[in-house]
C-alpha cells in the first residue's frame, strides 16, 4: 500500500516531471483566471436574480453533497500526496534541498527555481480545486443566503493568489500547503455532516481553526522576511508572498470579527437570559 501511494504521489510521471507551462498548461495563464472570475461573478449576478423571483431556495438534490465530498476528497489527496513528495525530494536530495541548511528549504526556494516536478504537481492540483471552490458561492445563492464579505474575498482571492504560487515559484509553497489541506480537511468534513442533515457542535472550532490557518501564514511570510534580513538570502517569489501575507492578514481580520460578533459578544447575553 505504501509502495502505490509513493508512486501516485511521488513516482508518477505525471507527478515528477509536472512543469508548468503557460502555453500548454491547463489555467496557466493570466487570461484564464481573469476570464473564470469574470464568469464566476456574471454568474452570481444571474443567479440573484433568478432566485429573487423566487420565495423559496432553488432545490439542490445532492449537488451541496457530491460537492463536499469532493472537496474533502481533494483536501486529503493534496494533503497526502504533497507530504509523500516532500519526503521523497528529501531523500532524492534533489535541488528543493541543495539549497540551503536545516529546514531553512521550507520557507526559501532559491531564486533559480523553476515550477517543474512533484511540489508544483501538487501545488497545480491545489490551484485547479480553488475553481471548483467557487461553486460553494454559487450554493449559497442558489440556497438564498447571506453571502459574507470573507467569503467573496476568500473565493475571488485564491485561485490569484495560488496562481501566483506556480507563476512565480513562491517560496513557502511546502507549509502553506500541508497547512491549508489539513484545515480544508477539518472544514469540508464539517460541511458535509452538515449537508447530510447532521449538526455537530464544532463550527466555533472549525472557526478558530481557520482563525489559526491565516495566522501561520502571516507568521511563516514574516519568518521569510527575516530570514532574507539577516542571511541575505534570496528568496523566489517574495512579491507574490507578500501579496499573499496581505491577503491572509485581510482574511484573518474579516473572520476574526465574525468569531467575536458570534461567539465571544454572545455568550455574556446568553449567560444574562439565563439568569433572568
Request: net charge positive.
Amino acid at each position: 500500500l505504501l509502495a502505490t501511494i509513493r508512486y501516485y504521489a511521488a513516482d508518477h510521471p505525471m507527478v515528477s516531471h509536472f512543469r508548468w507551462d503557460e502555453d500548454h498548461t491547463l489555467g496557466a495563464s493570466w487570461g484564464f483566471v481573469i476570464s473564470a472570475l469574470g464568469i464566476y461573478a456574471a454568474a452570481i449576478l444571474v443567479l440573484k436574480f433568478l432566485t429573487s423571483l423566487r420565495r423559496s431556495p432553488i432545490p439542490l438534490g445532492p449537488l451541496q453533497i457530491l460537492h463536499n465530498l469532493a472537496l474533502l476528497a481533494g483536501s486529503v489527496a493534496i494533503f497526502a500526496g504533497c507530504l509523500q513528495a516532500t519526503l521523497v525530494e528529501h531523500e532524492q536530495s534533489s535541488w528543493l534541498w541543495k539549497a540551503s541548511g536545516g529546514i531553512d528549504w521550507l520557507f526559501c526556494f532559491p531564486v533559480e527555481t523553476r515550477p517543474v516536478g512533484r511540489i508544483f504537481f501538487w501545488s497545480y492540483a491545489f490551484y485547479l480545486s480553488k475553481f471548483v471552490e467557487l461553486l460553494d458561492t454559487l450554493i449559497i445563492v442558489l440556497r438564498k443566503r447571506r453571502l459574507t464579505l470573507f467569503h467573496a474575498i476568500q473565493h475571488a482571492g485564491n485561485p490569484i493568489i495560488c496562481f501566483l504560487w506556480l507563476h512565480t515559484a513562491q517560496s513557502l509553497q511546502v507549509i502553506f500547503l500541508l497547512v491549508n489541506t489539513a484545515i480544508q480537511t477539518l472544514l469540508y468534513s464539517y460541511f458535509l455532516l452538515s449537508s447530510l442533515g447532521f449538526d455537530p457542535p464544532v463550527k466555533e472550532f472549525v472557526t478558530l481553526a481557520q482563525i489559526l490557518q491565516f495566522a501561520i501564514g502571516i507568521a511563516a511570510a514574516a519568518w521569510v522576511a527575516l530570514l532574507v534580513r539577516q542571511k541575505s538570502a534570496k528568496c523566489s517569489g517574495m512579491e507574490p508572498l507578500a501579496a499573499n501575507a496581505v491577503f491572509y492578514l485581510a482574511l484573518m481580520l474579516l473572520l476574526t470579527n465574525y468569531y467575536i460578533k458570534i461567539y465571544v459578544r454572545k455568550k455574556p447575553q446568553t449567560k444574562k437570559s439565563k439568569k433572568a
